[in-house]
């Protein structure tokens, strides 16, 4: 099933959502309505359960160019309540329970960047091409960029990244770990879909609460870490699909995880 919106693409299929970022007239650059969309879009995903895991994509062979500068839609808005409201997007992105997985063609820069960045994994083409292109537009890094670049590559070379703004190919993004897998284009829809099939089928409970406690580990102690490993344990302890997954090794079968 697909729903069109006015800058978006939304398809269901199986339990996997494909949200594609479609103006390709723009490079999918995001405007007004496209911030709107994604974060309700976001929302939206984030509590239905038959959504099992989720993939951010742009169409015709891009990712996405960044913010559309030539958009008007703040025109009448303060500059800094319109950045707030950018912002609700990035934290409805992060909030996501399910997985999600940037399949990234073409260029990622600026907030396109960060968008890929905000996602739990990141699968490019070996054509993309990734930049922090803020400064060479004389703006500052944003769309959580300055929140999770540091946690991938380390503070100076996110001040690199950031700083020069340097366009940067995939297999060098692959190097410095900001991408999980570099593909030929034509290998990437296979990669992102056993990708994508594997985590829709695994325990939706058990899954979100990893995503959870790794996306808290570098704010927390060792002492929270462990009281956070424990409460999410216990209650993997009392889930069906738990216990479906204990019968179904001892039956040597695949289990049927049905999030409950």
């Given at each position: 099933?697909?729903?069109?919106v006015?800058?978006l693409?939304?398809?269901?299929?199986?339990?996997?959502?494909?949200?594609?970022?479609?103006?390709?007239r723009?490079?999918?650059a995001?405007?007004g309505?496209?911030?709107?969309?994604l974060?309700?879009?976001?929302?939206?995903?984030?509590?239905?359960?038959d959504?099992?895991?989720?993939?951010?994509?742009?169409?015709?062979?891009?990712f996405?160019?960044?913010?559309?500068?030539?958009?008007?839609?703040?025109?009448?808005?303060?500059?800094?309540?319109?950045?707030?409201?950018?912002?609700?997007?990035v934290?409805?992105?992060?909030?996501?329970?399910?997985?999600?997985?940037?399949?990234?063609r073409?260029?990622?820069?600026?907030?396109?960047?960060?968008?890929?960045?905000g996602?739990?994994?990141?699968?490019?083409?070996d054509?993309?091409?990734?930049?922090?292109?803020f400064?060479?537009?004389?703006?500052?890094?944003?769309?959580?960029?300055?929140?999770?670049l540091?946690?991938?590559?380390?503070?100076?070379?996110?001040?690199?990244?950031?700083?020069?703004?340097?366009?940067?190919?995939?297999?060098e993004?692959?190097?410095?770990?900001?991408?999980?897998?570099?593909?030929?284009?034509?290998?990437?829809d296979?990669?992102v879909?056993?990708?994508?099939?594997?985590?829709?089928?695994?325990?939706?409970?058990?899954?979100?609460?990893?995503?959870?406690?790794?996306?808290?580990s570098?704010?927390?102690t060792?002492e929270?870490?462990?009281?956070?490993?424990?409460?999410?344990?216990?209650?993997n302890?009392?889930?069906?699909?738990?216990?479906?997954?204990?019968?179904?090794?001892?039956?040597?079968?695949?289990?049927?995880?049905k999030?409950?």
């Open positions: 099933m697909v729903r069109p006015q800058s693409q939304v398809e269901r299929d199986g339990g996997i959502v494909t949200v594609t970022l479609d103006r390709p723009r490079k999918n995001m405007d309505a496209m911030f709107a969309e974060k309700a879009t976001f929302r939206e995903i984030a509590g239905r359960e959504d099992r895991a989720v993939v951010v994509t742009g169409a015709a062979g891009e996405c160019s960044g913010a559309d500068l030539h958009d008007t839609s703040s025109a009448t808005v303060h500059k800094l309540t319109w950045m707030r409201g950018v912002g609700e997007v934290l409805a992105l992060h909030a996501l329970p399910q997985p999600v997985i940037a399949k990234v073409g260029v990622a820069v600026g907030a396109g960047a960060n968008l890929a960045l996602c739990d994994l990141i699968a490019a083409a054509g993309a091409r990734f930049s922090e292109i400064a060479r537009r004389g703006l500052t890094i944003d769309f959580g960029g300055s929140y999770v540091p946690r991938l590559v380390g503070l100076h070379k996110a001040k690199e990244l950031a700083l020069l703004g340097d366009i940067i190919s995939a297999a993004a692959l190097r410095l770990g900001i991408v999980n897998r570099v593909v030929p284009d034509a290998e990437l296979d990669l879909d056993g990708w994508t099939r594997q985590l829709a089928a695994g325990p939706p409970l058990a899954l979100s609460m990893t995503k959870k406690l790794l996306n808290s570098l704010t927390s060792l929270e870490a462990l009281e956070g490993e424990a409460v999410a344990q216990a209650l302890f009392e889930t069906e699909d738990t216990a479906e997954a204990m019968v179904a090794f001892a039956e040597k079968r695949d289990p049927v995880f999030g409950r």
